[in-house]
């Protein structure tokens, strides 16, 4: 019998998405890319033809309406999330909408809101949580090994001065700088190798963000529910690309480097203290597969066998709450 498949449609179909995104739709073996989204209809016509996929449009509302689409994979910029969601949902599509959710809370519960109430499901797509190496460090905490956890730190930069995406310093639709953009990956990975929330946020973002500009640096402190501390430090403005989250337990300190990449081996490294020193150190290898069509084909499962999405809206506000309180911690306040 041949497995069925969901048809998605992609909204901003943009360098992410033919990087990221849409190879991954068509590697996903209960998916199936049949249509795509961008401001020039040309452009979107000669993207599709090059993908050997059917439709192409330039409105949004062609897409969402058009009878063949089950789902959509919103990769527009942050500020569009919340109205592409909620046509797409009045349309009856299913929605997977990229990191940050949205710009504020309000919109981000409008979204679930909208979604629930058009019996759509909605996900969230924090990738990295698939991870198997981020699923290991997850059970470790929960075996106790490393003694009482004390803190929790992560670290992603890299130079988007490069970058295509000359939106992302466009604090109208970004919402946010690297905060919103990296820092949310950091935060929702802690939140879920801990398995807790967090209870206060204090946040520092350099140069302080105008109505206009976001900030380009960021540092903000956590404290989660069990009084362990945490910290994110996320930047646009360094030399290369790299992420690492790292934990502090009274036994034990682990760490991981390039926690958020796809398709590669990752080492875990475990280092004991003895009498107050350090241990040799211990290594954990792990391969980490393709993140992105493991998102989607997890996605794809929950429309299939109707039932709850790995990452639902309910997590990516939480994550939200967090965002907007570093803002908020700085005297910065964003309602589009």
């Known amino acids: 019998m041949e497995q069925r498949k969901v048809r998605y449609g992609i909204l901003g179909y943009g360098r992410f998405a033919e990087r990221s995104i849409a190879p991954a739709i068509l590697e996903s073996p209960n998916s199936e890319l049949i249509a795509l989204q961008k401001q020039s209809l040309g452009e979107a016509q000669a993207k599709a033809e090059q993908l050997n996929i059917p439709y192409a449009f330039a409105s949004v509302e062609e897409?969402?309406?058009?009878?063949?689409?089950?789902?959509?994979?919103?990769?527009?910029?942050?500020?569009?999330?919340?109205?592409?969601?909620?046509?797409?949902?009045?349309?009856?599509?299913?929605?997977?909408?990229?990191?940050p959710m949205a710009v504020n809370t309000r919109e981000?519960?409008?979204?679930?809101?909208?979604?629930?109430?058009?019996?759509?499901?909605?996900?969230?797509?924090?990738?990295?949580?698939?991870?198997?190496?981020?699923?290991?460090?997850?059970?470790?905490?929960?075996?106790?090994?490393?003694?009482?956890l004390q803190y929790i730190r992560a670290e992603y930069v890299y130079d988007a001065r490069r970058s295509p995406r000359t939106w992302l310093y466009n604090r109208r639709l970004a919402g946010g700088g690297p905060w919103f953009d990296?820092?949310?990956?950091?935060?929702?990975?802690?939140?879920?190798?801990?398995g807790e929330e967090v209870v206060s946020v204090k946040g520092h973002l350099v140069?302080?963000?105008?109505?206009?500009?976001?900030?380009?640096?960021a540092i903000v402190n956590l404290q989660f529910a069990s009084g362990v501390l945490g910290s994110v430090m996320c930047s646009f403005?360094?030399?290369?690309?790299?992420?690492?989250?790292?934990?502090?337990?009274?036994?034990?300190?682990?760490a991981l480097s390039d926690f958020t990449m796809s398709d590669q081996e990752v080492d875990i490294v475990i280092v004991d203290g003895k009498n107050g020193l350090a241990e040799p150190p211990q290594y954990h290898h792990e391969f980490v597969p393709n993140?992105?069509?493991?998102?989607?084909?997890?996605?794809?499962?929950?429309?299939?066998?109707?039932t709850e999405p790995p990452v639902?809206?309910?997590?990516?506000?939480?994550?939200?709450e967090i965002l907007e309180a570093a803002l908020q911690d700085c005297g910065i306040t964003y309602e589009q």
């Open 237 to 254: 403005e360094t030399p290369f690309r790299r992420s690492i989250i790292e934990l502090i337990g009274t036994e034990s300190i682990v």
């Open 312 to 320: 639902p809206g309910e997590e990516g506000l939480k994550n939200q």
């Open 108 to 148: 981000a519960r409008m979204m679930i809101d909208t979604c629930r109430e058009n019996n759509v499901k909605l996900m969230v797509a924090h990738m990295v949580r698939f991870s198997p190496a981020i699923q290991w460090l997850r059970k470790l905490v929960r075996a106790g090994t490393m003694g009482t």
């Open 291 to 306: 993140l992105y069509e493991r998102e989607i084909t997890l996605f794809s499962d929950a429309i299939l066998d109707n």
């Open 182 to 194: 990296i820092g949310v990956h950091c935060v929702d990975t802690m939140r879920y190798i801990l």
């Open 63 to 99: 897409l969402v309406h058009h009878p063949d689409v089950d789902a959509v994979f919103i990769c527009s910029p942050n500020a569009l999330h919340a109205e592409q969601t909620v046509c797409a949902a009045k349309a009856k599509k299913h929605v997977i909408v990229e990191k």
């Open 207 to 217: 140069p302080t963000p105008t109505e206009e500009r976001t900030e380009s640096t």
